[in-house]
């Protein structure tokens, strides 16, 4: 299906002026016939140009009204896709105030659909109010069969995926897109708003399985056989262009362009996120150790080294093997020393 833009049917107010002073007419063609046929009020009444008066203007007062339909009005960035008796005619894009047949409706299957933030959910319902037979009223609204054109913005619910390692991580996105081929949009898909949705829940599955939430050894995230560094967490960027990517391949057929994709939401799931934190807690302990020992052990040689350098005191093996352990264990433990003055003699 290819999109036919309707560009010569901007003629929406001769068209409307046209038919107001046909109305104007007819009530004239209607007054006049009055007069004609009427004996009191004309002596020579002519009822020939009477009853034609008459008939023209009363026919023009039950089917004016008919050109009214065919009145189109688009705001900038809207569109509306015509069929006439099942046919696809043509779709009107720009803005202005336009006139085409009458008997044309206007088709949008997605018209009633609302998507998480997206910037059709406002404005797009004509309220119309309804009398009631007990008197009361009731408001109901009317979906509009207008496209918007316009950027839009899609924030799926957040999903519960597991990563390459088996670990299930909580992941949202947003996904700004909006409608380029209106035909392709209308008649290819059933709904086009429930198919990018659908399509955005199942690249986000697809992609995010490759990566692991964190850094992992011996991990391929870019199938080119060789072990990298991709993750979830560090790699956001590349993750996020990887699903725009595969979104946009699968709504090409859509009419959709897919304009950016980013990661809104990312979590390790409940079930293992206090152990995950266990975890990462502890590797950072682990971290600091080592960086707390290998300071502590240049302390120890700096000072054994100090020490035979200004020959302060003489130093056996054992006593140095003493004293290595009794700086060790001052510099890496976690609490304030308690030093033993020895007030004897040195053995």
Do not use: H
């Amino acid at each position: 299906m290819e999109e036919k833009i309707l560009s010569k049917k901007q003629n929406g107010m001769p068209v409307l002026l046209a038919a107001i002073a046909g109305y104007i007419a007819a009530i004239a063609l209607i007054i006049l016939a009055i007069f004609l046929l009427d004996d009191e009020m004309n002596p020579n009444p002519n009822y020939v140009l009477g009853g034609i008066s008459l008939a023209v203007g009363l026919i023009w007062s039950v089917t004016g009204w008919i050109l009214f339909l065919g009145l189109k009005v688009l705001k900038p960035q809207e569109a509306l896709v015509l069929t006439l008796f099942g046919d696809y005619i043509g779709t009107l894009k720009s803005q202005g105030f336009f006139f085409v047949n009458p008997f044309c409706s206007a088709v949008n299957p997605a018209a009633q659909t609302r998507l998480s933030q997206s910037g059709d959910v406002k404005g797009a319902m004509a309220a119309a109010v309804v009398q009631g037979e007990n008197g009361a009223s009731t408001s109901v609204s009317m979906p509009s069969m207008k496209i918007s054109l316009k950027v839009m913005t899609l924030s799926n619910s957040r999903q519960k995926i597991n990563d390459c390692l088996g670990n299930p991580v909580e992941i949202g996105i947003a996904v700004m897109w909006r409608v380029v081929d209106t035909a392709k949009a209308v008649f290819n898909v059933d709904n086009y708003k429930e198919y990018l949705s659908l399509q955005c829940d199942s690249a986000v599955r697809n992609i995010v399985r490759l990566y692991p939430y964190d850094v992992a050894p011996n991990v391929d995230t870019t199938g080119d056989g060789m072990a990298d560094e991709g993750s979830l967490r560090g790699s956001s960027e590349t993750v996020a262009k990887r699903i725009r990517d595969d979104i946009q391949d699968k709504v090409v057929d859509a009419g959709i362009e897919i304009i950016d994709a980013r990661i809104t939401y990312l979590a390790y799931a409940p079930e293992i996120a206090a152990a995950m934190l266990q975890r990462q807690q502890a590797s950072a302990i682990v971290d600091a150790r080592k960086l707390i020992v290998d300071g502590a052990v240049g302390m120890v040689e700096m000072a054994l080294e100090r020490l035979n350098e200004r020959n302060t005191v003489q130093l056996d093996e054992e006593r140095k093997a003493a004293m290595v352990s009794n700086l060790l264990v001052v510099l890496c433990g976690n609490r304030d020393a308690q030093p033993v003055v020895n007030s004897g003699s040195l053995y």
